[in-house]
C-alpha cells in the first residue's frame, strides 16, 4: 500500500517570494510521483512527474520538484510565485505494479498575497 | 471539446435516490478512472477500467456503488440508496496509454449533494 502525506494544509507567501510545498511518501514498491494543481471548481491539471532518470523535474509554470529517494520525499519548488499561484496542490503516487491506483494526498492551499 | 467532459455539475438528490454521473473520456483514452473527493480532502481512488474492462474496483465504497464502461468509452458511476455519506465531488479522469507513468487527464467533476 501507498501513503502521501503533504506537510502543510496552508501556505501563505507574498507575491515574487519563493515557495516551497512538501510532500513525503511511503511505499512498498517503487513509484511513480505526480505534483497536480485544482483551480476552484475545477479538476486536477498536471505540473511535473517524476518517472525515472534526474531526479530535477521542471514542470509548467515555473515550478521544479526534486525526487529524494532516500528521504522518500517530492517537494515542489517555484522561485517566484504570482498571485495566479494561488490553488490547492496535490501530489501523488501511482506504483509501477498498479499504474492505474494512485494514491493523493489531502492537499496544500497556496494562496498568494499582493 | 478535447478535455474530459462530465455531466451533471451538480446533482442534488434526496436520501435514498439512485443517482446516475457520467463520463466522457478524450476520445481514444485507454483507461478511465474515477475518484470520490470529499471536501477539504484529495481524490480517493475509486475504481479503474482499461478500455471496457474494470481491472480494480477495490476503492468502491459499498456494493451501492457500481461504474461501467460498455464499450471502452463513456462510463457511468451509479450510486444506489445514497446516504448522506456519499455527498462528495466525483472525478473522473482519462489516459491515453495502459496508465504506467501516464498522466492522467481530469474532468472538473460532478458535485453530489445528498440531503
Known amino acids: 500500500a501507498q501513503s502521501v502525506t503533504q506537510l502543510d494544509s496552508q501556505v501563505p507567501v507574498f507575491e515574487e517570494a519563493p515557495v516551497e510545498l512538501r510532500c513525503n511518501y511511503s511505499?512498498?514498491?517503487?513509484?511513480?510521483l505526480f505534483w497536480y494543481v485544482q483551480y476552484p471548481n475545477q479538476g486536477l491539471q498536471l505540473l511535473l512527474k517524476y518517472l525515472s532518470g534526474s531526479t530535477l523535474v521542471k514542470g509548467i509554470n515555473g515550478f521544479e520538484a526534486e525526487f529524494n529517494k532516500s528521504q522518500t520525499s517530492f517537494h515542489l519548488r517555484k522561485p517566484s510565485v504570482h498571485i495566479s499561484d494561488t490553488a490547492e496542490y496535490f501530489c501523488a503516487v501511482s506504483p509501477y505494479t498498479n499504474a492505474g491506483k494512485s494514491t493523493f494526498g489531502d492537499g496544500t492551499t497556496l494562496t498568494v498575497k499582493p | 471539446g478535447a478535455g474530459v467532459s462530465q455531466s451533471p455539475r451538480y446533482k442534488v438528490a434526496k436520501r435514498g435516490q439512485d443517482v446516475a454521473l457520467r463520463c466522457d473520456p478524450i476520445s481514444g483514452h485507454v483507461s478511465l478512472f474515477w475518484y470520490q473527493q470529499a471536501l477539504g480532502q484529495g481524490p480517493e481512488f475509486l475504481t479503474y477500467f482499461q478500455n471496457e474492462a474494470q481491472l480494480d474496483k477495490s476503492g468502491l465504497p459499498s456494493d451501492r456503488f457500481f461504474a461501467e464502461r460498455p464499450e471502452g468509452s463513456v462510463s457511468t458511476l451509479k450510486i444506489q440508496r445514497t446516504q448522506q455519506e456519499d455527498s462528495a465531488v466525483y472525478l473522473c479522469?482519462?489516459?491515453?496509454?495502459?496508465?504506467?507513468?501516464?498522466?492522467?487527464?481530469f474532468g472538473d467533476g460532478t458535485r453530489l449533494s445528498i440531503l
Open positions: 511505499s512498498s514498491v517503487s513509484v511513480y
Open positions: 479522469a482519462s489516459s491515453p496509454y495502459r496508465g504506467q507513468g501516464q498522466p492522467q487527464h
